[in-house]
């Protein structure tokens, strides 16, 4: 029997699913017993901006089976909208979701993304936290390995000779949306996670925020203290008044829908 899709809304150019961290394992176990694979993006703010920006990132967004709220204020303008969005959905911390449904339901991962050791230094965070897991392999491509085909093809098939049934694929939106379009393409019934910084992390490259910090929605705050340099310009100057423009842009959308 198919598995019921929870409530979508639109956010920005991106249709997000309602659903909670526990959701989207249950979703993916489902998934698995039936033979079906599938991607899973994690649309924070940045990534809903770019999408709405550029159709041709919204389309590669589109292509994912699961699109979750990875911010709150995406979290915040579905529930302006009218759908009750029940909590941030983050990569870092579905890295260690799926892989503890990985281990339960005897499946295997591969972690791709991240300096050269952090993707092993995760998997050993990961074995360590979840004895069951099975590591099907990691990689760490050079800088630059997607503007090269031949470097591309390598990549992708060091992943499909390990055959796993989770890849954590860790390269920033979109390259890591660019790289599972293709893999997919070879590995049908695998799932696939978007998870940006969510390797390092695992890996205790840095720490996330406090969960209080986390539930405001200023975790961004903590990563714009960690990396100032990197993240300045985009936080402040590109997303914050982007949010504004999305929350206000969702409140219209209630008021019109009520009217």
């Not at 406090?210 to 203290?225: D, F, I, P």
């Not at 929350?247 to 009520?258: G, N």
Request: proline content about 6%; some cysteine; hydrophobic content about 50%.
């Amino acid at each position: 029997m198919p598995q019921i899709s929870p409530p979508v809304v639109r956010v920005g150019a991106v249709d997000v699913w309602s659903v909670s961290e526990a959701g989207v394992a249950d979703h993916v176990l489902g998934a698995w017993q039936r033979g079906e694979g599938g991607a899973i993006v994690t649309a924070n703010v940045d990534i809903v901006r770019a999408a709405t920006r550029t159709p041709e990132l919204a389309a590669l967004v589109a292509e994912s089976e699961l699109v979750v709220a990875d911010g709150m204020p995406v979290v915040w303008a579905g529930r302006l909208a009218g759908v009750a969005v029940p909590e941030r959905v983050t990569g870092s911390s579905l890295v260690f979701t799926l892989t503890e449904a990985a281990a339960r339901a005897g499946r295997s991962v591969y972690l791709l993304g991240g300096n050269p050791g952090i993707p092993e230094k995760a998997a050993g965070v990961l074995v360590g936290r979840f004895a069951d897991l099975r590591v099907a392999g990691t990689d760490s491509p050079a800088f630059g390995f997607d503007t090269d085909p031949a470097a591309t093809a390598e990549a992708v098939a060091r992943v499909v000779q390990a055959k796993p049934d989770l890849v954590l694929v860790g390269l920033g939106f979109p390259k890591q949306e660019r790289l599972i379009r293709l893999l997919r393409a070879e590995l049908p019934e695998a799932w696939f996670l978007g998870c940006g910084a969510g390797i390092p992390m695992a890996a205790g490259e840095f720490r996330r925020a406090s969960g209080v910090v986390q539930k405001l929605g200023a975790e961004w705050l903590h990563r714009l203290a960690l990396e100032p340099r990197r993240l300045a310009k985009r936080y402040l100057r590109d997303d914050l008044p982007f949010a504004f423009r999305l929350l206000s842009s969702a409140l219209r959308t209630r008021f019109t829908r009520e009217k």
